[in-house]
């Protein structure tokens, strides 16, 4: 039996979460989200879809610490994420925004590293592992936390908004290309194919087989919002997109190596915006690396969207 040198504050209770607990897991993320932002963010269909993701085990990959009947801290770890050059597992970590929360962290973050070595040995795996937080720039409990658990920032991703009141220009669309709507069950494959080209060399990005991409689709997902662009039959970008309530996400966008600076990423993206405002949306959104080799940062800026948030990727190489 594993020992930890961290124990629940006094007071407080460690336990697996069970189904019944989502609401109250959501309404933890709530309560940070309107602390950070002003607004809920995570919905509890949001905590269920990591929970259904193929391998996940709720019994042994999930922790929350109760004070009472209140949820004050919640994590979860699921992987490998990448093989190369080292196996990285994803992870989050949620602390509530109140005196004694902080507390929380040591004792989650033992959980979760000795989860991921766990895993790491029941796969076979014989590369040293690394446990990926995430945490916004706002968030200086859990920035603290992992700071002192020895975690180090490796990345920035940006959240890029724009509102989306009056006319757009029209897309300039290169010659011989055409847009359509995504057809579900019909473009699967070939959107598939068209996405993981194009992010192939960016950050933490992972091959997904056409089955797990399909498994691990969000519900907030709109085929009616997506788009694919092809050229003589053949797929060379598409922008896969959601909604969550009066807010459009332009989910990936992604154009093929070899039909890249010829001005299709801003024309999707304008013709993205126009859908998402007859759909009845008030705001665009998208997450971007802040050192996108493909200077994405700069295309959106150039269709009007402005960083509203920042997002820091934490790792530390476990054992």
Request: hydrophobic fraction near 45%; charged fraction near 25%; proline fraction near 6%.
């Amino acid at each position: 039996m594993t020992s930890f040198a961290s124990a629940p504050p006094a007071g407080h209770l460690l336990r697996s979460p069970v189904e019944a607990d989502a609401p109250s897991i959501a309404a933890l993320h709530a309560s940070i989200d309107i602390a950070r932002y002003g607004e809920p963010e995570t919905s509890e269909a949001d905590v269920r879809f990591v929970w259904g993701w193929p391998h996940f085990d709720l019994a042994r990959d999930a922790w929350l610490i109760t004070a009472g009947d209140r949820v004050v801290a919640y994590a979860w770890v699921w992987g490998p994420r990448l093989r190369v050059p080292r196996l990285e597992f994803d992870g989050t970590l949620l602390l509530a925004i109140e005196p004694g929360a902080a507390a929380a962290a040591p004792v989650l973050l033992e959980r979760m590293e000795s989860r991921v070595l766990e895993m790491a040995r029941e796969q076979g795996l014989s590369e040293t592992p690394a446990l990926v937080l995430v945490a916004s720039r706002l968030d200086e409990y859990k920035r603290d936390a992992l700071l002192a658990h020895g975690y180090q920032r490796v990345r920035t991703f940006f959240q890029m908004d724009r509102g989306l009141e009056g006319a757009f220009p029209a897309p300039r669309w290169p010659e011989g290309t055409e847009v359509a709507l995504f057809r579900p069950g019909l473009d699967d494959a070939e959107v598939h194919d068209t996405i993981h080209d194009s992010f192939a060399q960016h950050f933490r990005w992972m091959y997904e087989s056409l089955d797990e991409w399909r498994a691990l689709r969000h519900p907030d997902f709109a085929p009616e919002l997506t788009f694919v662009v092809r050229h003589e039959g053949r797929a060379v970008a598409a922008s896969v997109n959601f909604r969550a309530g009066h807010e459009g996400w332009v989910g990936m966008l992604g154009v093929r190596r070899a039909w890249r600076r010829r001005g299709l990423a801003s024309a999707l993206l304008l013709h993205s915006f126009a859908a998402f405002q007859r759909a009845g949306c008030t705001k665009a959104c998208l997450g971007v690396d802040s050192e996108s080799a493909d200077d994405a940062p700069r295309i959106y800026e150039a269709a009007g969207m402005r960083v509203t948030r920042q997002n820091d990727f934490y790792s530390r190489v476990l054992g």
